[in-house]
């Protein structure tokens, strides 16, 4: 066999022979390689605008004056806090971002006002804040050194009596004046008033003209009625038979003693009496 370029030519035995085609491969064509940086671009163009989006949201909802605070509506004030009261304690908040507003902070606003138990507050967006309140109701008049206050059902001062005006109002609504003898305990306005319900079962004239209730402490305490004219002395659970005794004692008090200091009906089995002194 003999080689030529782009040719081979072999012998066969014998006399003929066959040519064959022997062509060379041509080179292949080389591959583009792709860039570092634009295989990263993409994805990383991709994920900077997931984040740009939300981003710019959240600095036009924060910066808009779309979310400014325009619209106080109020809920449940009646009485003693009025709806205006509360506008104008959140007045100064008004034209500030109702998205970036704090709650905690609106509602401290409100809750200066010694008359509100509660306050829940939403914002509905754009710009409006709801407000509900919940107003604290007095059950007695607390007597604190020379002066009287509103109390709640645990024996906490809610709001001075400022006027005589005030104070007959509220004698009028039926509120007790309730006094105690030492720091005033949970449970001691409620013992209070419970009390006050038993002389009211047992003598409703003695109970509708009831004065003060002074809370002496262990289930202990000193009524002043203007139905009589001395102060009493009873234990809560024991004020109807006793007092039905001391009625049924009177007409020989009153003639026994001229003048009587107090009645102390918190023994079992004897009623105490403390005589006046004559000319006192």
């Known amino acids: 066999m003999t080689l030529t370029a782009g040719m081979a030519t072999m012998l066969p035995p014998g006399a003929g022979g066959r040519i064959l085609d022997f062509r060379r491969r041509g080179t292949p064509p080389r591959r583009r390689r792709r860039s570092v940086l634009l295989t990263l671009a993409r994805p990383l163009l991709a994920a900077l605008s997931l984040v740009a989006l939300p981003v710019g949201l959240v600095v036009w909802v924060f910066t808009s004056p779309f979310f400014r605070l325009r619209s106080v509506e109020v809920g449940g004030a009646a009485g003693r806090v009025a709806a205006g009261w509360v506008r104008r304690a959140l007045a100064p908040l008004e034209g500030e971002n109702l998205v970036r507003l704090s709650l ?114 262990e289930g202990d305490f000193r009524l002043r009625t203007d139905a009589l004219p001395f102060p009493v002395l009873v234990t809560s659970g024991q004020v109807g038979p006793k007092v039905q005794r001391l009625v049924e004692l009177l007409p020989e008090l009153s003639i026994r003693y001229p003048r009587i200091e107090a009645v102390d009906l918190r023994f079992s089995r004897r009623i105490v009496v403390q005589p006046g002194r004559i000319g006192a």
């Open 104 to 217: 905690a902070e609106a509602a401290g606003r409100v809750q200066r006002n010694p008359w509100i138990e509660s306050v829940e507050m939403v914002k509905e967006l754009p710009d409006r804040l709801r407000v509900k309140v919940a107003e604290r109701r007095p059950v007695a008049l607390l007597a604190a050194g020379s002066g009287l206050a509103y109390a709640d059902s645990a024996g906490r001062a809610i709001a001075p009596i400022a006027t005589q005006a005030e104070l007959a109002e509220a004698r009028a609504a039926g509120l007790l004046v309730v006094s105690f003898s030492r720091e005033p305990q949970p449970d001691g306005m409620a013992a209070a008033l419970k009390v006050a319900a038993e002389l009211g079962r047992a003598q409703p004239t003695w109970a509708a003209k009831l004065a003060r209730i002074e809370v002496l402490g």
